[in-house]
């Protein structure tokens, strides 16, 4: 498995503004992919980060409110844009490639309180 | 869209005991994650299952899927109080986007000292 690393561990944030969290990978991976986790719920994707180009989103979730770069095999972010309580949840990127097998490895994870 | 459904919802055990867990899920797949995840953190990855297997054992965690009812179990033998988290399955998808995970509900598993 690989070293997953994200910044920042947790936040309290004020409605109306914006948080970038970051994800770290100490091996270059094909694919990175980012979770929403709401309190009490299951994680579901809210897009796959594609080095080079723009991220695909899925059903529910828009570039705007979710801006995602990956400018390398190594690197990506995810903005929360123009919050609000509702956002309020665990943000988790994951990756897959590792060693060319399909398991899917996470990292540790985002608290993000909007108040 | 598919979704893996884990039951029960919760259980509660006492030390040294096994749990079991099972996930049922609706279309074809090509291979079944199991995950855990203690207090709200970061998801630690625990066993993939091809479609093709039927049963993986890691540990003291043992792994079974039935691709013709759907399903699968996760068995921890003589659990751990640190065996205390929510388990969740995830299912690949065999058809269009390859490379989507998709999550069930989870189980919460508490074992008691």
């Known amino acids: 498995s690989a070293v997953i690393s994200q910044k920042p561990s947790r936040d309290i944030c004020q409605r109306g503004t914006s948080l970038t969290i970051q994800c770290q990978v100490d091996s270059q991976v094909t694919m990175m992919f980012w979770y929403r986790q709401q309190p009490g719920q299951s994680l579901t994707l809210i897009a796959t980060a594609n080095q080079g180009s723009e991220a695909t989103y899925e059903s529910g979730f828009v570039i705007d409110k979710f801006p995602i770069s990956r400018p390398n095999l190594t690197f990506s972010t995810l903005t929360v844009s123009n919050m609000s309580p509702e956002d309020s949840s665990i943000y988790l990127c994951?990756?897959?490639?590792?060693?060319?097998?399909?398991?899917?490895?996470f990292g540790p994870g985002t608290r993000l309180t909007v108040l | 869209s598919q979704q893996g459904e884990e039951d029960p919802q919760a259980l509660s055990i006492q030390e040294g005991e096994n749990a079991t867990m099972n996930c049922s899920y609706k279309?074809?797949?090509?291979?079944l994650q199991w995950y855990r995840q203690n207090s709200g953190r970061g998801l630690v990855h625990l066993i993939l299952?091809?479609?093709?297997?039927r049963e993986k054992h890691s540990g003291r965690l043992r792994v079974t899927l039935d691709t013709s009812k759907k399903s699968s179990s996760l068995l921890i033998t003589a659990s751990r109080a640190a065996d205390t988290a929510s388990y969740f399955c995830?299912?690949?998808?065999?058809?269009?986007?390859?490379?989507?995970?998709?999550f069930g509900k989870g189980t919460l598993l508490t074992v008691n000292p």
């Open positions: 299952i091809r479609s093709n297997e």
């Open positions: 995830a299912t690949y998808d065999s058809g269009g986007s390859n490379y989507k995970l998709t």
């Open positions: 279309t074809s797949i090509n291979n």
């Open positions: 994951s990756v897959e490639g590792l060693a060319g097998t399909d398991t899917q490895y």
